[in-house]
């Protein structure tokens, strides 16, 4: 694997770990130990990921106007996913309101990460020397760790967030 596709894998296996995570989470009912379980750990891995990917991968991004608008685009749409999931989380589990908007979350957030996979990331390869790939990539494992250790689920409805 060179090491302009190896963050790029790394990147991959959280989405894959998240993918696995929504699919259990759908199968969750009501407010249930398992359902605020899977929710839980969606909320600090997603949180976790999206912000070790913007200090590794995206402000590296950032630095090269080719991909700009995409680099953007991809921290806009995390910022509204991390509201989403504070506004599902301040939203009662058992309502029929909390699968709605569970669901429109896991389809905003598949289509950011295939999003990312398939168009993002091989445009990105392109503009990446080894040595980004090297800091990106030890960045990435040092901030997941660290944001992970931080990470919480935060309820607050949508209506209340801060702009």
């Known amino acids: 694997?060179?090491?302009?596709?190896?963050?790029?894998?790394?990147?991959?296996?959280?989405?894959?770990?998240?993918r696995t995570i929504l699919e259990k989470l759908?199968?969750?009912h009501g407010d249930s130990d398992d359902r605020r379980a899977w929710f839980e750990q969606?909320?600090?891995?997603?949180k976790s990921h999206a912000a070790a990917e913007e200090q590794a991968l995206y402000s590296t991004m950032m630095r090269k106007p080719e991909t700009t608008d995409e680099t953007r685009h991809s921290v806009?749409?995390?910022h509204e996913i991390e509201e989403a999931l504070?506004?599902?989380a301040a939203?009662?589990?058992s309502s029929g309101a909390w699968l709605i908007k569970f669901k429109e979350l896991k389809h905003r957030y598949l289509h950011h990460i295939e999003e990312e996979e398939d168009e993002h990331f091989p445009d990105f390869a392109k503009f990446l020397t080894d040595e980004d790939t090297r800091h990106m990539r030890a960045v990435f494992e040092h901030r997941k760790k660290e944001e992970k250790a931080e990470a919480e689920v935060t309820p607050e409805k949508k209506d209340d967030a801060k702009e």
Do not use: P, V, Y
């Open 1 to 18: 694997m060179s090491e302009n596709t190896d963050i790029f894998a790394r990147l991959k296996q959280d989405h894959d770990r998240q």
């Open 26 to 28: 759908e199968q969750t």
């Open 42 to 46: 969606f909320t600090i891995d997603a």
């Open 76 to 78: 806009a749409e995390h």
């Open 86 to 88: 504070n506004d599902i």
């Open 91 to 93: 939203t009662d589990m």
